[in-house]
């Protein structure tokens, strides 16, 4: 197939993969996790049964797809913001930031939340969100910057559950106290 053909089919499969994906989170948001059906995300997304199956199986692999797209464009995001910044201990203070208002804005203690974070794409997303903490980690103790008596593998496990509190906080301020004290936890002993 000539390549201008073979980009455009791709092109259509991922909107229609897409517009599955978005259907079914607005229907779950809508009406609740156990009312959504296949009909119902075809419906919605404007595509026939048949094509919506040729895609997914059934609900849940729609909404782990869409649930991946996320996690995928939450770490895309988390090294934006540390691209952004300068030194090391900005990198690190931004990211952590950051990642404090994503816990705090996502839904918790849902029967959705409690499908979607569980298999092997939370897996591999943890372990690219504790790489990625652990090397502005080494970077910031390098600079001296943050304490280097502790392994960064070892400080990324106790930022991430640190800041995993955010989740139960009323207000974007009480995220930002708690991003000060999981930062001041890091600063080098005197």
């Known amino acids: 197939m000539p390549k ?3 980009d455009t089919v791709e092109e259509h499969r991922r909107a229609v993969r897409d517009a599955a994906m978005d259907a079914t ?7 609740g996790l156990a009312s959504v059906t296949m009909s119902g995300i075809a419906e919605e997304a404007g595509i026939g049964r048949a094509t919506l199956y040729k895609y997914f199986r059934d609900v849940q692999a729609i909404l782990i797809a869409w649930h991946e797209r996320q996690v995928s464009g939450h770490l895309e995001h988390l090294a934006r913001v540390r691209d952004q910044a300068g030194d090391p ?5 931004a990211v952590l930031g950051a990642y404090a208002l994503m816990t705090w804005e996502r839904p918790h203690g849902t029967e959705l939340a409690a499908l979607l974070h569980q298999g092997n794409h939370i897996t591999r ?8 903490l652990g090397d502005l980690l080494a970077e910031a103790a390098s600079a001296g910057q943050i304490r280097g008596d502790v392994p960064p593998d070892e400080l990324a496990g106790y930022c991430l559950h640190a800041l995993a509190a955010a989740s139960s906080l009323p207000s974007r301020a009480a ?3 708690l991003t000060d004290v999981t930062l001041a936890g890091l600063r080098p002993a005197r």
């Open 25 to 31: 989170a607005r229907l779950v948001a809508e009406r």
């Open 89 to 93: 201990g900005q990198r690190l203070e």
């Open 175 to 177: 995220v930002q106290r």
């Open 4 to 6: 201008l053909w073979t």
């Open 125 to 132: 997303a943890h372990q690219q969100l504790t790489g990625l």
